[in-house]
């Protein structure tokens, strides 16, 4: 028995087993990675590199969900996040973060999180709350 948040989220777990190799363990890990929204928007744009960064998920793996849910999950709804135009702190920090041995997904979801508040942090401020998020 399993449990989802919401509809979509349970929708895209039964896409997601229905992939030769991928089993309800690791259909769970990737919604645990990825929100529904991010893990859509990887598929369809065929970012195997942000999907093969989720634990359990190899190459192949990750290219045959790719290529057996791209279609199927071009009918989902992707809300549109709106990050405020402060690209260069951003990719600055995320940078940053990365050189002390962040994951980067995980340094993404972190600064994006930081920049919906709608303040204008610079580069120094969106490390520091990103370390103690991380």
Do not use: C, W
């Amino acid at each position: 028995m399993y449990g989802f948040a919401s509809t979509k989220e349970r929708a895209l777990f039964k896409e997601l087993i229905s992939v030769n190799g991928v089993g309800p363990n690791t259909a769970r890990m990737m919604l645990s990675s990825l929100n529904p929204d991010e893990l859509v928007r990887a598929v369809v744009n065929e970012d195997i590199a942000s999907i093969k960064a989720i634990k359990g998920i190899g190459l192949k793996t990750a290219q045959r969900i790719v290529v057996d849910l791209k279609d199927g999950l071009s009918k989902f709804e992707i809300a549109e996040t709106v990050i405020p135009n402060n690209n260069k702190n951003r990719e600055e920090a995320l940078l940053a973060l990365q050189t002390l041995g962040f994951n980067k997904l995980l340094i993404e979801k972190t600064v994006d999180k930081i920049l919906k508040e709608g303040v204008d942090y610079s580069v120094e401020e969106l490390i520091r709350l990103a370390l103690k998020v991380l």
